[in-house]
């Protein structure tokens, strides 16, 4: 037995088979299939996990309640909320019916917008179909696409850091808002742990950190030199730490301009964050000119 059911309120969570669940008047567990039914959906408030299995419903769930205009929103949190992406249907949807949206784990609940909307929409065609025309068209709508291109990080990577992050509001800290070191810590971007992925390289003993922060030290080994990537952290002699550093300034950029693209002001200042004039114009020219 789930926890009890809020007439008003709709948890929904797809299991790793692809059926999706909610929870009833009699709060047990039942198969949610209006999604494929003429019948219209309910207003009020709908809460799913974005986790991978996920994705497509959180995406069609939108679309029916916008076609309809109802008088609903879905809001979407961190796996870590209902125990973590390997949590059970039943797992799941008992923690998230007893969390209320707006307490003490409301940086983890954001309401699906037109652009988180298309982030969504971008995972699950990437989850489903891999590098393909569609996924390349979707992405190409995604808030971050001209970001990835204004510093020059490939598609092929640009995609792949989408798929880890999935949403950047998940990382804040909510005594220090402004910091990057959950998201950093993440990557293991850390000294101590960068060092234990510098030398994982050579055998190949790789921490789930250590994989990501792999993963970044080659996206940024594709970024061309010109890049203030490279240019800002040139003066730094120790390799392993100008690489780190140079992570660091591909994922802060990423994550910040992601952030402000979801409504956030305040996370990216051009005027801090580029030291060159050359590129904190082309910045400005691009992104600011009106």
């Known amino acids: 037995m789930v926890s009890s059911y809020t007439r008003d309120l709709t948890c929904l969570h797809t299991d790793d088979s692809g059926v999706c669940w909610y929870i009833n008047t009699e709060g047990g567990l039942q198969t949610y299939d209006k999604l494929q039914s003429a019948v219209g959906l309910c207003s009020g408030v709908y809460r799913v996990l974005g986790c991978p299995t996920n994705y497509r ?7 029916r309640l916008s076609r309809q205009e109802a008088d609903a929103k879905v809001y979407v949190a961190s796996p870590r909320v209902g125990k973590g992406k390997k949590a059970t249907a039943a797992e799941a949807l ?6 209320h949206v707006h307490d003490s784990l409301s940086q983890h609940w954001h309401a699906v917008t037109s652009t988180s909307f298309n982030n969504y929409l971008l995972l699950s065609s990437f989850k489903e179909e891999g590098f393909t025309d569609l996924v390349t068209t979707v992405y190409g709508h995604h808030c971050l696409s001209k970001h990835f291109e204004f510093i020059g990080v490939p598609f092929m990577f640009a995609m792949q850091l989408i ?3 999935v949403d950047p509001r998940w990382f804040l800290s909510t005594t220090r808002p402004a910091r990057m070191q959950s998201v950093e810590a993440y990557f293991g971007l850390t000294p101590a742990a960068f060092r234990k992925s510098w030398d994982a ?7 789930k950190a250590s994989v990501r922060s792999a993963f970044l030290l ?5 970024i061309d030199s010109d890049s203030f990537i490279h240019t800002r952290t040139a003066g730094i002699k120790d390799e392993t730490e100008r690489v780190r550093q140079a992570c660091k300034l591909m994922l802060g950029y990423i994550v910040r301009n992601w952030l402000e693209e979801l409504g956030l002001p305040g996370y990216f200042d051009a005027d801090k964050f580029f030291i060159n004039q050359v ?3 082309e910045y ?6 009106t």
């Open 57 to 63: 419903l959180i995406t069609e769930l939108y679309s």
């Open 284 to 289: 400005q020219y691009k992104f600011r000119k």
């Open 201 to 207: 390289r050579v055998s190949k003993k790789y921490s």
């Open 279 to 281: 590129y904190r114009q």
């Open 218 to 222: 080659d996206a940024v080994s594709h």
């Open 163 to 165: 798929y880890l992050i």
């Open 94 to 99: 008992s923690c998230i019916s007893v969390l």
